[in-house]
Each structure stands twice: as C-alpha cells, then as structure tokens.
C-alpha cells in the first residue's frame, strides 16, 4: 500500500496550465465519439486510469482508436459486441453512461468494475432504463455490478428522476437517442450539463428548457467531435484550497471549464472570504478560462444549496471548513454517501483524527474551525479523499495511506505539489 508523508510549507505561488484534464468531458468525449459519422479529435483527454479504462472499452465495442501521444483520433463504424468484459475500474461514470450507450446496441456486453465501484448502487440507471425496455441484469436484481446487458429497443420516455445526477440523467439521454420517439427527462436541480452540451454541439435534436430536457431519437449518426478537453476544477480545487488555506499564497489555474455547474465549490470559498478572480478565454463546447485564489482570512458558511454542482470537491471545501473560524455546516449532501468511499463517514473520521470538532448527520456534517493537527489517516480508497488531506498536511504535516487511488483523476498531482514543496513525495 502507497503511503505519502508531507511537511508543512509556508506561502507559495503557482501558476499552472498542468491541471489534469477534465474527468467528466473525456469519457464523455471517448463514449460519444462511437456515435459519430467520421474520425472524432480529442486534444488533452485524461490519460488517468478511469478514463484510460473507458478508452479501452471504446476499442472493446469496436473503435479505432489513434494516439500521438497528444490529439486521441476515434474512428466508430457502429458498436459491435465485444468477447471480453467490459472492466470499468472505479468509474461510476463510465458504468452508468455505458448502460445507457449499450441499453440498445446490438449484442450481449458484461460491464464490471474494481471493489468499490461493485459496491456502488446501479439501480439509479438499471431500473429507468429498464422500464423503456432495456435489457439489464446484476447482482441484487440489477443494483450491483457486474452487470449484463443485452441491447434491446428502447420506447420512448418521460421520466423523472428523484437525484440530480448527471450520470443518470446522461445514460437516460443517450438511451434517448435510439428511443421510438421524443423523449423527456426532469431533474430536481440542474447538475452538470456536460453532455447536452457536447451531444448538441454533434448536432443531437435536443434542447434543455430549465430542468426538462426532450431528445429526439438520432436520424443516423451524429458529427464527429473537434475538443480540446479544458483542465478539470474539481482536480484544481485542491490547489485552490492550498492557496486558500496557507497564508499569503497565491494560484492561478488556466484553462479551466468555467461551467457554472462546476465552480461552485470556487463560489463557496469565495464566500468563505478568499480572494478569487475568474477570466473568460474561449467558449467552445463549455466557457473556458482562468482562475486565481489568493489567501485571505476564511470563515464559517452553510452549503445546502447547488449540491450536486459541488458534491465532487466536498471533501477538499472541508479541509478550508477546518481551517476557518467558526462553524460550516453541509446539508442535503446524502449522495456523498454513495460516491467513491462514503465520503461523509469518511471526511467525519478523518478530520476527526486531525483534531477537528465534527458532527456528522445523515446528509452532511458540521465543521468547527480549529487548529488542524498531524496525523495519519487512510484514504479508503477514494482518490479525493486522498488529495484533500495531502493539502491539509500542507498546512499541518500528514501521513496518507492509500494514495495509489489518486492515478484514477490525477496523475501528475505529485508533481504539481513537489513544485509547491520543492520536495520529491514518495507516490
Ligand atoms: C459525474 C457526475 C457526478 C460526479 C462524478 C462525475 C459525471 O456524479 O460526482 O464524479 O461525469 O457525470 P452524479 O451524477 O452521480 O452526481
């Protein structure tokens, strides 16, 4: 098992254009990229092993895929079944947006994936898809991976769905996409809208009126894609709450999706007192640009709203909670429960260990500012919670177990925090 011990650092500056590249975007870009007529390019996609895992599968169900090393070149004549099973490592992006890509694909496909992601619920997209048609079978009747598909015709659909959850939300439209006929989908609140975006940039019949969207069934195949994948703000996020957290620091990630289903969890530090500037550069697929967080004195603040637009960069916002004054409080936050570890006993048990006050509810937890304490605490496997408390030993010094789980998002993390500490971590 992977341990990494670091040190206390004092002010730093980094400005960086090194942010892996978004996580949601490139297995969206690798899983659309089999729907087009024609090679798809896809600059900057994550060479992380969640992502690189859905690449793998593409090549499974019969893509060509060409890599220079930079541009990724995906040619798709159409999904065809594959003879091995289809392994998508940790990735509850990649299991649940390949059930709605398979739910009508000609052949039988076996999705499965690594001990934590055949723990997660499945039923989310299992039970709508199959209630269109879908042919979709697993462990606890269909809840839990592995699981078996045997593409089937799909009716067309209005549903709506209790969690807002963009991986729902993005199997349900591509199951959409080969419906008999117009299909809706309502959310509760609006969660990440990557998918209408690209899908329509393809050239997809699809519109999104507040929180409904309707899809028409695809009439052939969609244009390929032509993206540069931005750099991803939940992995800068971590960078942004170092800033936040150490005195007179200052960072500057460029590049980055400025979605605003995505930097909310920028928007809550801000509110926290830190000193953030946002640059608009290009819009292309999603508005993309800058974003500086520099130190300033944090406080307490109350998140119970947009949780989904924030949910991935809980566990790092926690390490700013307990370095604030006062009291935050998280609420209606259940979801974390149910991500790569359950991410409210976990950040409850590791803060905890630091010398944080804490009380956990069901969904969510309250935080009082302290004084963070070293100590040794384990990532249980979830990659984010890793990286937040590797910046919290920024602050304080920490022992983490467990970090081999950062190569799931971000790679080249170590290098970015050696070039913050001058010091190589062992990783
Ligand atoms: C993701 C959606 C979110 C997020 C996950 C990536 C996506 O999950 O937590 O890391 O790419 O669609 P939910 O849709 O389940 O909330």
Not at 41 to 47: D, G, K, M, Q, V
Not at 204 to 226: C, I, R
Not at 308 to 331: C, H, R, Y
């Amino acid at each position: 098992m992977k341990t990494c011990t670091i040190e206390p650092v004092t002010a730093f500056m980094l400005s960086t254009d090194a942010i892996a590249p978004d996580k949601s975007i490139s297995h969206r870009s690798a899983m659309f990229a089999m729907l087009a007529q024609g090679s798809s390019r896809i600059e900057n996609y994550l060479r992380a092993e969640d992502t690189m895992n859905t690449l793998e599968i593409v090549k499974h169900l019969g893509a060509t895929v060409e890599d220079d090393g930079n541009i990724i070149t995906i040619t798709s004549e159409g999904i065809s079944e594959s003879e091995s099973i289809l392994d998508c490592g940790n990735s509850g992006t990649g299991m649940r947006l390949f059930c709605g890509l398979l739910a009508s694909a000609t052949g039988h496909f076996v999705l499965t994936g690594d001990t934590y992601l055949r723990r997660r619920p499945m039923k989310r997209v299992t039970e709508p898809l199959r209630n269109i048609g879908a042919k979709l079978d697993g462990r606890e009747y269909g809840n839990l991976a592995p699981l078996s598909i045997r593409g089937a015709s799909l009716k067309a659909f209005e549903y709506e769905s209790m969690i807002a959850s963009a991986q729902v939300k993005s199997a349900m439209i591509l199951a959409a996409l080969s419906a008999d006929g117009t299909c809706t989908y309502r959310e509760p609140e609006l969660s990440r809208d990557h998918t209408e975006r690209m899908l329509r940039g393809m050239g997809a019949q699809l519109h999104v009126d507040g929180l409904v969207t309707t899809v028409e069934p695809m009439q052939g195949l969609l244009s390929p894609l032509d993206i540069r994948i931005p750099a991803d703000p939940s992995s800068a996020f971590f960078f942004a709450v170092a800033a936040a957290i150490i005195p007179g620091s200052d960072v500057t990630i460029e590049g980055v999706t400025l979605n605003k289903t995505r930097i909310e969890a920028f928007k809550v530090l801000e509110a926290m007192g830190a000193d953030i500037s946002y640059t608009l550069k290009e819009d292309r697929y999603e508005p993309i640009g800058d974003i500086q967080v520099r130190y300033a004195p944090l406080h307490g603040v109350v998140v119970e709203k947009n949780i989904s637009w924030l949910i991935d960069e809980l566990p790092a916002l926690s390490i700013a909670f307990a370095s604030a004054e006062g009291t935050s409080i998280v609420k209606n936050a259940e979801e974390l429960r149910v991500k790569e570890s359950d991410r409210i006993s976990t950040v409850v048990g590791n803060l905890r260990a630091c010398g944080i006050d804490v009380e956990e509810f069901s969904d969510g937890y309250c935080v009082t500012g302290g004084v963070l304490q070293r100590a040794c605490v384990s990532s249980y496997g979830d990659h984010r919670i890793a990286m937040s408390f590797i910046i919290a030993g920024l602050k304080c010094g920490m022992e983490v177990e467990d970090i081999a789980c950062i190569n799931t998002s971000f790679p080249n993390f170590f290098e970015l925090l050696n070039s913050i500490t001058g010091v190589m971590y062992a990783h």
